[in-house]
């Protein structure tokens, strides 16, 4: 049996090749025209055109796509389809214009799903799994796209698995880290308002600071972090906004702070959470000051299955990948959400080596994968669909699995 999968993947990769051209002109078309969270429009239709199938839509702008055979249970891959609010700065002809940005590699990921759904189609017949071509939208901002699809279409579909695969650039070119267990972390945001009493500057016993409230806040959630969590699990807090006052001679009535939270288990989650509300409130109140905490739930942590990561690290040698040395980071992907629904695996594909790559962090105004990345994207893609669907194959997986919806989805 594992012959058989071996040729599938072979046959796919065969398939793959003449598309990624085509691809390639195609991510470049992308690349010019970003569009933000829940305004992919032209982005979608530009992706479905291009489709071997007619695509439904499927959370307000996204699009999903079935290849192969009908009645039988899919394996999903997922491709983003929103930009940043950044202002591109690399310099090539494609180059966007406007204050939005492809800086996450979403049009690396979209040019290559699309080149795979096409290789699949042709394969015909030979597809013994279907493979469902999923663009999502909004990866980049609230509410989730994964979270809707999951909850909504993909939930109808009930694909056996969820596969995708993400550029990054600190790991090796032509390496893929693919880990089994948790690989980014959840991640919630958190909104602290510490209400006082405002006074002149000059006569500051009259009023009450929650400036000087939120500056002690901000130094004790840090140091709790370190006395809640235990330190061999990552935890991270991270306050990346505060605001307050408006004359630097007034004590200002309000101050506000907004920090993110993210954590690997679920325990460990939860006891940021009551951590922030704790010391926010005793230590506004200590001030003679009032906080409130607003949080909003973000994705949990992103737990590839072991089983399809086996598989695919035994495959990525025929697709002219390796393995990469382990990864995991405490970045956050709304890939997670699909986990409530089915197993599911992300590998990250590596850029730095690759000619004419000049490693810029994700979210950079120079951050530029090159065109060869969407094959090494589309390659990788194919290994996960082929790992995930031998299971199928294989008569192996559990068709029992049943959806986890609970204390990680709020």
Do not use: K
Request: proline content about 8%; glycine content about 8%; overall charge negative.
């Amino acid at each position: 049996m594992r012959r058989s999968t071996e040729q599938l993947l072979a046959r796919l990769l065969e398939a793959l090749e003449p598309e990624l051209p085509l691809a390639v002109e195609l991510r470049q078309r992308l690349h010019r025209q970003p569009e933000l969270a829940h305004a992919e429009e032209r982005t979608a239709a530009t992706v479905a055109e291009q489709l071997p199938v007619p695509a439904e839509a499927a959370a307000g702008t996204g699009r999903i796509a079935r290849v192969g055979p009908e009645g039988e249970r899919a394996i999903a891959v997922r491709a983003e389809l929103d930009g940043l609010p950044v202002q591109e700065r690399t310099g090539v002809a494609f180059s966007a214009t406007g204050p939005t940005m492809h800086a996450c590699g979403h049009d690396v990921h979209m040019a290559a799903l699309v080149a795979l759904a096409r290789a699949a189609h042709a394969l015909g017949e030979e597809l013994p799994v279907p493979l469902v071509a999923l663009f999502q939208p909004s990866e980049e901002a609230y509410p989730s796209g994964a979270e809707l699809l999951a909850r909504g279409e993909l939930a109808t579909i009930a694909p056996a698995a969820v596969v995708a695969a993400h550029v990054h650039p600190e790991l090796p070119w032509g390496a893929v880290a693919l880990d089994a267990g948790a690989v980014n972390a959840s991640c919630d945001a958190v909104e602290i308002t510490i209400a006082g009493e405002p006074s002149h500057g000059a006569y500051p016993h009259r009023g009450r600071d929650p400036i000087l409230a939120l500056a002690h806040v901000v130094v004790a959630l840090h140091a709790q972090v370190g006395r809640r969590i235990d330190p061999v699990h990552p935890a991270v807090l991270t306050v990346g906004v505060l605001r307050g006052g408006e004359t630097e001679n007034v004590v200002a009535p309000r101050a506000r702070a907004r920090a993110a939270l993210r954590a690997y288990r679920a325990e460990d989650r939860a006891a940021l959470r009551e951590m922030v509300v704790e010391v926010a409130t005793g230590v506004a109140a200590a001030h003679g000051c009032r906080a409130i905490v607003e949080l909003t739930p973000g994705e949990p942590a992103l737990e590839n299955d072991p089983g399809i990561v086996e598989r695919a690290r035994a495959l990525l040698g025929a697709a002219r990948l390796q393995p990469a040395a382990e990864w995991r980071s405490a970045g956050s992907d709304d890939f997670a959400f699909f986990g409530a629904l089915a197993p599911i695996a992300i590998g990250f594909v590596g850029l730095a080596g690759a000619e004419g790559f000049a490693i810029r962090p994700l979210h950079h105004p120079e951050m530029l994968p090159p065109d060869s990345a969407v094959a090494a994207v589309a390659r990788a893609q194919a290994v996960l669909y082929v790992a995930a669907a031998s299971a199928l194959v294989r008569n192996c997986v559990e068709m029992t699995f049943q959806p986890r919806w609970g204390g990680n989805s709020e």
